[in-house]
């Protein structure tokens, strides 16, 4: 068993170097020296795990890995894996919790756990959520591409709270979303109702999923939404890490 951990601690190495990488800079990153590693390289491309250059001596992950990769990629549901962490959210705070993805008109509610309050709302499962007055879109204006994020915002200019807001204060919303890491936005969906939305970043080309909470406006105060906002930004970066998300990143 050690020597299958100090064999994913040299994969683990190879995958932070985000590249091919020298014996040395393996060594250096996994804690071992040189010798050891090397072994283990060894030992690691003859089941096509390692592959090592033959013109630049650098080793990169081989065709086996890219092979387990991939499948453990198809395999993935991420809509699945993520529901899962839905229930115990809601016990924890209390208050409902609901998951969105990227639709082809904006975000779309693909869950909904209901808490312990109840809500005046008529949002359910399928609806597409509106991109400036409700936290979900704000997450989403904020962590897309402009030529995903742009089409929609024009399919909704006719709403008197996106006439209110220029071009500016749009670019400032989405840099606050991104700089706290999170969304808050109450009475802008239904009157009386308060959410607080965070994104759940995914692997490779896929798009991101958001998850939110779902409160009475009268339970909204600064210290509940800061409290709330914790405890939802913990769930969704142990669903990031559950999908195999490693560094955030954030489109403009």
Known sequence: MQSVEIA??????????????????????????????????????????????????????????????????????????????????????GHAVNLAVWGDHGPVVVRWNYGSYALPITVRVGATMPMLTSSIGRVYLAHLPTVLTEPVLREQADTAAQADLSDAEIEALKEEVRMQGFAVTSGGVVPGVSSVAAPVFTTGDSLPLVVALVLPARHATEAAIAQLARELCDTTAAVSAGIGHTSATTAS
């Open 8 to 93: 994913m601690t040299v994969l683990q190495a190879l995958e932070r170097k985000a590249g091919p990488a020298s014996l040395t800079q393996l060594a250096a990153m996994s804690g071992m020296q040189p010798s050891k590693i090397h072994r283990y390289l060894v030992s690691l491309g003859r089941i096509g795990f390692v592959s090592q250059s033959p013109s630049s001596a650098l080793y990169d992950f081989g065709p086996s890995m890219r092979r387990l990769g991939t499948e453990a990629l198809r395999r993935m549901d991420e809509v699945g894996l993520a529901s899962e962490y839905l229930p115990g959210l809601r016990d924890r705070t």
